[in-house]
């Protein structure tokens, strides 16, 4: 079945540095999701990317879907302890029944250091 | 109709009993998912619903674990002769509909305890 893969597991960084997650899906996605989940709380979604190659940008968040449509990334620029979460992307199912099966990933858990 | 709502919010059991878990969707989101997220871990696909269907029932991890949706709103998740292993938070969310192109809206979960 689809497997959406994504790293790094854990990420520690000082407050100010840059911080990138990697999703990478065993098949093409007709579109890819990220969510962002606090600590102690429920997943939030953040943004949809639909597009081969699109970039959209988010004040410091900068999400891209790749040309082949099965990768995609989140990078923060200058990151704040409000950043703190793990970070999921999520893609749809290959078709059939599976089609609005929403695959995550393991997510990517950030700290950031005053 | 604020957002997805779930009940209980805890639930503590013992090992051996029946469990039921609560949905209520966002109102007009014909599409419901259950997930499981145990300590630490990600978002474990339980099973989807479009309407009061089930397309996709594959994550469910036993036979032991059921649900089910009526009126196209409220669902119910059981867990039959608990686990300690069934120990996780249990996610529910809906979306406007189910091809796979519509952002998911959270509830709070479940924690649920099996002693």
């Known amino acids: 079945g689809q497997q959406v893969m994504q790293i790094p597991q854990y990420q520690h960084v000082q407050e100010g540095e840059d911080f990138t997650t990697y999703c990478n899906s065993s098949?093409?996605?007709?579109?890819i999701q990220w969510y962002k989940q606090r600590p102690g709380g429920h997943p939030v979604f953040l943004i949809q990317l639909v597009k081969s190659g699109e970039v959209k940008k988010q004040k410091r968040l900068t999400f891209q879907f790749g040309e082949a449509k099965k990768n995609s990334s989140l990078h923060i620029t200058a990151t704040q302890t409000t950043d703190v979460g793990t970070y999921f992307c999520?893609?749809?199912?290959?078709?059939?029944?599976?089609?609005?099966?929403?695959?995550f990933g393991q997510g990517t858990i950030l700290t950031v250091h005053p | 109709g604020a957002g997805v709502s779930q009940s209980p919010s805890n639930k503590v059991t013992e090992k051996g009993k029946d469990v039921e878990l609560r949905c209520d969707p966002i109102?007009?989101?014909?599409?419901l998912y259950w997930y499981r997220q145990s300590l630490g871990q990600g978002l474990e696909f339980l099973i989807y619903?479009?309407?009061?269907?089930?397309?996709?029932k594959s994550g469910l991890p036993s036979d032991r674990f059921s649900a089910e949706r009526t009126g196209g709103s409220v669902s119910t998740l059981t867990i039959q002769r608990t686990q300690q292993e069934d120990s996780a938070v249990y996610l529910c969310?809906?979306?406007?509909?189910?091809?796979?192109?519509?952002?998911?809206?959270f509830g709070n979960g479940t924690r649920l305890t099996v002693t």
């Open positions: 619903f479009q309407g009061n269907s089930a397309p996709d």
């Open positions: 109102s007009g989101h014909t599409a």
């Open positions: 098949t093409t996605l007709s579109n």
């Open positions: 969310a809906s979306s406007l509909d189910s091809t796979g192109n519509s952002p998911l809206h």
């Open positions: 999520a893609g749809p199912g290959a078709g059939g029944t599976s089609y609005g099966k929403l695959t």
